[in-house]
């Protein structure tokens, strides 16, 4: 299976910050990465397709990159409805395998 | 706009199977551009895929729980479902179901998913 490693496991920032955090699958999946962003008691959701496709309705505040066997969400300008966990998952092949997450907390 | 909605037991006793269901508004389980699934969360944890199923009755598992899960598809009753068996602690989590969706030659994504539900296994 292709192992996805999130980093880092933790973060704080404030609000207005410019936040990275990093997705590394353990072999090349072409563009078939997402971002799912979880708050507790809720669903996940997704922000972010194939990449770097923003999902409809998702603030352009989001965005993402990367190629091959590295990816990056990066929030351009951290809002307080931001502090969350987010995960990647890569849908190249089965097994689909999400990341550890990267939880945001308020600095 | 689609809803997914689990249903199920919240307990079940370590050694006994668990049945979930998850019914679709707002679209089809037949539809051609959709996959459905399974994914859960133990407390505390993150998110583990459980399995994928086609309309047409084609299935994917985690490697890891493939002995133990079933998924099917009820077309008229627009549900699909889950069952793991000989279930222990581990199996605690919350559980989701989802809708995998392709768009154009090959671009996946999970757009929709159920609210999810909480099964616990203990005597």
């Known amino acids: 299976a292709i192992q996805m490693t999130q980093s880092p496991s933790s973060l704080s920032a404030s609000v207005g910050d410019r936040v990275t955090m990093t997705c590394r699958a353990s072999?090349?999946?072409?563009?078939?990465l997402g971002w799912y962003q979880q708050k507790p008691g809720e669903a996940p959701k997704l922000l972010i397709y194939a990449v770097s496709n923003l999902q409809s309705g998702v603030p352009s505040r989001f965005s993402g990159s990367g190629s091959g066997t590295d990816f990056t969400l990066t929030i351009s300008s951290l809002q307080p409805e931001d502090f969350a966990t987010y995960y990647c998952?890569?849908?190249?092949?089965?097994?689909?395998?999400f990341g550890g997450g990267t939880k945001v907390e308020i600095k | 706009q689609l809803q997914l909605q689990e249903s199920g037991p919240g307990l079940v006793k370590p050694s006994e199977t668990l049945s979930l269901s998850c019914t679709v508004s707002g679209g089809s389980v037949s539809s051609t551009s959709s996959y459905w699934g399974w994914i859960r969360q133990p407390p505390g944890k993150g998110l583990e895929w459980i399995g994928t199923?086609?309309?047409?009755?084609?299935?994917y598992y985690a490697p890891s729980l493939k002995s133990r899960v079933t998924m099917s598809v009820d077309t008229s009753k627009n549900q699909f479902s889950l069952k793991v068996t000989s279930v222990t602690a581990a199996d605690t989590a919350v559980y989701y179901c989802m809708r995998r969706h392709r768009v154009g030659s090959g671009i996946y994504y999970i757009d929709y998913w159920g609210q999810g539900t909480l099964v616990t296994v203990s005597s």
């Open positions: 072999q090349g999946i072409r563009n078939d």
């Open positions: 199923i086609y309309y047409g009755g084609t299935t």
């Open positions: 998952l890569q849908d190249f092949k089965y097994p689909l395998t």
